[in-house]
């Protein structure tokens, strides 16, 4: 008998096969609640609109949906009350547009490209927004609308502190020169203007305030610029996910939060996201290999960094960092040949007296890690083949279920580079469809992940 970590309830049996199909296919498997993503959303967008009315709320879905899916994510977020998608790269903006979100569903924004290379001429005729911070940007945007005698609609990007792309103050007056003739040539239509914030996730910090109220006082000092030149900007957008929490002064005409959508706040220094009414949507969770006993004192994996303390039985998870593990979750004690101790990442497993955490142990490997019990799995009831999770929303201490923010701290790193890494060789699924969509919108989706 197999035991899980993990209990889904299905929609159909067809969403049972979908789900049976993606074990067969790899031993670890990405779920998605798109119900929570649309929560999510819903809950910053009432947040916004409790204050502003007016504002517009995109939805940021950039490097595929911070690993959760770019369709089926951008497709909760619009459920949620989104008007506006962001992707940082042009080719995610252009297979949205593909894959059938019209521009009468959503604006569509994209602000990274290569300037000589990029399809400007297709982004334009796919009426997606296009973010411009370089001289040589202009140019090249506006060569894409003399190639298809339409005007681009641009955002002006202008560096307020992050040092980063956008224009500084002391480019700024040329490039409204630039723009400006574009303007008149028909080639380019100033729509908005925009920054990124440095520091907004630490609100509490006296200095980081500081520095935010800084960045927010060049913003605006921006904005004079633009209306001066005769290029006021009519949607202006400064706050991500921690202003959207933090500051209204500047939700402006639209706002931009990015992981909140996931369900994670921008920094642990800021709570959790359940105390802004946040859920985490993706849960993580793997097929356990080999499992065997091992005596006292035998070392795991790469380095002998980790020693078994005493006899005890061992599990490997089929996952490593070719699958988008950080290794530096690997797992430590003092036994081994570092001589420290460095809890690796933690796992919810099932046994026979209810659920465990137990962590990494020993380095983690190009395509899987080993699992220290710490007892017998006889005695637990383990097996090769038990559902173990990584991470999930994190329901409670009793329930002993890790989040990625729990990964994040095992690794030394964020909540975002935890779920971002997770390679595509893992098979994404999708929680809710039917709940959430309309009938049109769920047959935009692969068919085979719906569960």
């Not at 994670?264 to 105390?275: K, R």
């Amino acid at each position: 008998m197999t035991l899980s970590a993990v209990q889904w309830d299905f929609a159909s049996q067809k969403a049972e096969d979908n789900y049976r199909r993606a074990l067969r296919r790899y031993p670890a498997q990405v779920v998605v609640d798109l119900a929570t993503l649309r929560d999510n959303m819903k809950a910053m967008v009432d947040r916004v609109h409790a204050v502003s009315p007016s504002t517009a709320v995109l939805g940021v879905v950039k490097a595929d949906a911070y690993g959760h899916g770019l369709l089926p994510t951008a497709l909760a977020a619009l459920a949620g009350g989104a008007t506006w998608l962001g992707t940082a790269q042009s080719r995610e903006a252009l297979l949205l547009r593909q894959k059938g979100v019209g521009p009468d569903r959503a604006r569509i924004i994209t602000w990274l490209y290569n300037g000589r290379q990029d399809p400007f001429d297709r982004l334009i005729s796919q009426d997606i927004d296009l973010a411009v911070g370089s001289l040589a940007g202009i140019d090249a945007i506006v060569r894409g609308a003399q190639k298809i005698g339409r005007p681009a609609r641009v955002h002006v990007k202008v560096d307020t502190g992050f040092g980063r792309n956008g224009f500084t103050p002391e480019e700024f007056d040329q490039a409204l020169t630039r723009l400006r003739q574009g303007v008149d040539a028909g080639q380019l239509e100033v729509v908005g203007q925009w920054s990124h914030l440095s520091v907004a996730d630490a609100p509490e910090d006296p200095a980081s305030r500081r520095a935010t109220d800084d960045q927010i006082a060049l913003f605006n000092e921006f904005t004079d610029r633009m209306k001066v030149a005769g290029l006021p900007p009519s949607i202006r957008h400064l706050a991500n996910t921690a202003a959207t929490f933090t500051r209204p002064e500047i939700y402006f005409e639209l706002v931009r939060p990015g992981v909140g959508l996931y369900g994670y706040e921008p920094d642990p220094v800021m709570g959790t996201g359940e105390d802004y009414g946040l859920k985490p949507a993706m849960t993580l969770q793997a097929q356990l290999g080999t499992v065997k006993n091992l005596p006292a004192g035998h070392s795991i994996s790469y380095g002998r960094t980790y020693l078994t303390e005493g006899e005890t039985s061992t599990a490997d998870l089929p996952l490593g960092y070719a699958d988008g593990i950080p290794r530096s979750a690997s797992g430590f004690n003092r036994a081994g040949a570092l001589g420290v101790d460095h809890p690796g990442g933690p796992v919810r497993i099932m046994t026979n007296q209810g659920p465990r955490l137990v962590r990494v142990s020993g380095r983690v490997c190009m395509d899987q890690c080993i699992l220290d019990l710490h007892g017998s799995a006889e005695d637990w009831g383990v097996s090769e083949g038990d559902t173990v999770e990584l991470f999930g929303p994190g329901r409670g201490e009793a329930y002993a279920e890790p989040t990625a923010d729990d990964w994040a701290r095992a690794a030394g790193t964020i909540s975002y580079e935890i779920f971002t890494c997770l390679r595509n060789r893992i098979p994404r699924l999708y929680l809710h469809a039917q709940n959430v969509l309309s009938a049109e919108d769920v047959g935009l989706l692969d068919p085979t992940t719906v569960i």
